[in-house]
């Protein structure tokens, strides 16, 4: 299956789903891939937290003028990608929405092959997030070589 658009997904869509999504628009794709980030609960839009948008910025990364938007229904297509942080935040998916596509709604270390999920670092320290970042790091560069593969 060739995707056109990937959506990472974390609880809040500050700080984890943005970082994947950013992470993964740095690397060469063989084709294009509208890639997004949101969030399962958004009250209300929010930029990328600070400690996020830190670690981002010191690695190269900015996503100027990003603000969170919620997961909805027409999100569910064919051709998309959800990417997900953990198990927890799958299960909320298929709870919420109608119009999942079961088999396109995927763990993202589950999906590339590793075994811990990506810890949420929401309330610690910049620390946390810099790991956080590692571990999306690593995680995002096998997508992205399995993405160029089929």
Do not use: W
């Not at 839009?45 to 010191?58: C, D, R, W």
């Not at 064919?78 to 942080?85: A, P, Q, W, Y």
């Amino acid at each position: 299956m060739k995707y056109k658009k990937i959506i990472f997904v974390d609880n809040a869509g500050n700080s984890r789903a943005p970082m994947a999504a950013g992470l993964l628009k740095e690397c060469t794709l063989k084709q294009p891939i509208d890639i997004q980030a949101r969030g399962i609960v958004v009250l209300f839009p929010e930029p990328l937290n600070q400690k996020a948008e830190a670690v981002l910025i010191s690695n190269g990364i900015t996503l100027d003028h990003y603000m969170s938007s919620q997961l909805e229904e027409e999100d569910f297509a064919h051709d998309t990608l959800i990417i997900v942080m953990e198990g927890s935040d799958k299960q909320k998916i298929f709870d919420l929405f109608k119009s999942v596509i079961p088999e396109n709604v995927q763990i993202l270390t589950e999906l590339v092959g590793e075994e811990l999920e990506i810890m949420n670092p929401y309330g610690g320290t910049l620390q946390a997030y810099g790991l956080c970042y590692e571990t999306l790091s690593r995680s995002v560069k096998k997508l992205a070589a399995m993405l160029h593969n089929l």
